[in-house]
T-cell receptor
Framework: GAGVSQSPSNKVTEKGKDVELRCDPI?????LYWYRQSLGQGLEFLIY????????KSGLPSDRFSAERTGGSVSTLTIQRTQQEDSAVYLC??????????????FGPGTRLTVL | QKEVEQNSGPLSVPEGAIASLNCTYS??????FFWYRQYSGKSPELIMF????GDKEDGRFTAQLNKASQYVSLLIRDSQPSDSATYLC????????????????FGQGTILTVHP
């Protein structure tokens, strides 16, 4: 595809339910990132994949959050036992994953998660 | 001290003026710097990046980097109402081997309004 795609675009769930968010990166991009953006909190990093491995999971806020990536492409972010504070826009980004610090990340449209 | 700080704004400029957006960062290991624009309800879109001291120009946009002062700025010349958005500064650091850490650390953003 032309850009990063994410699904669903909106998700409303009840507290305590599990949710899965999907990200499909730009073709050829080996690096994939999850961020979340909530009011007053700005954009915060969650996890980074290079290929199928996750060298940096430092941003996952609790063990209720997990993510996987298979085939070096699609990634799924899973939130178990959702809480109201999980309500946010979850953004996925991808990049070529080149070294040197000039790697540029391109964002998908995001998934707006609302936990009732 | 926040890792990345932006002038709090909101910033309002008249159409045709120069808008100046500022960002400071605390980590001297930061190597590359990105400016994203985010329209309300949309995901961030990359404007430009800079990693060498000095100025980098791209159309109406100029990024300026001063690593000694740990300061990066974005100038928008001939501002247009369509430039009205939140501008996000993001930094990326690399390790001694030149490998990117992957994640971007974002500032809180500066809201820019360009009025006719």
């Amino acid at each position: 595809g032309a850009g990063v795609s994410q699904s669903p675009s909106n998700k409303v769930t009840e507290k305590g339910k599990d949710v899965e968010l999907r990200c499909d990166p730009i073709s050829g991009h080996t690096a994939l990132y999850w961020y979340r953006q909530s009011l007053g909190q700005g954009l915060e990093f969650l996890i980074y994949f290079q290929g199928n491995s996750a060298p940096d999971k430092s941003g996952l806020p609790s063990d209720r959050f997990s993510a996987e990536r298979t085939g070096g492409s699609v990634s799924t972010l899973t939130i178990q036992r959702t809480q109201q504070e999980d309500s946010a826009v979850y953004l996925c980004a991808s990049s070529f994953g080149v070294s040197g610090g000039t790697d540029t990340q391109y964002f998908g449209p995001g998934t707006r998660l609302t936990v009732l | 001290q926040k890792e990345v700080e932006q002038n709090s704004g909101p910033l309002s400029v008249p159409e045709g003026a120069i808008a100046s957006l500022n960002c400071t960062y605390s980590d001297r290991g930061s190597q590359s710097f990105f400016w994203y624009r985010q329209y309300s309800g949309k995901s961030p879109e990359l404007i430009m990046f800079i990693y060498s001291n000095g100025d980098k120009e791209d159309g109406r946009f100029t990024a300026q980097l001063n690593k000694a002062s740990q300061y990066v700025s974005l100038l928008i010349r001939d501002s247009q109402p369509s430039d009205s958005a939140t501008y996000l500064c993001a930094v990326n650091r690399v390790n001694a081997g030149g490998t990117s850490y992957g994640k971007l650390t974002f500032g809180q953003g500066t809201i820019l309004t360009v009025h006719p």
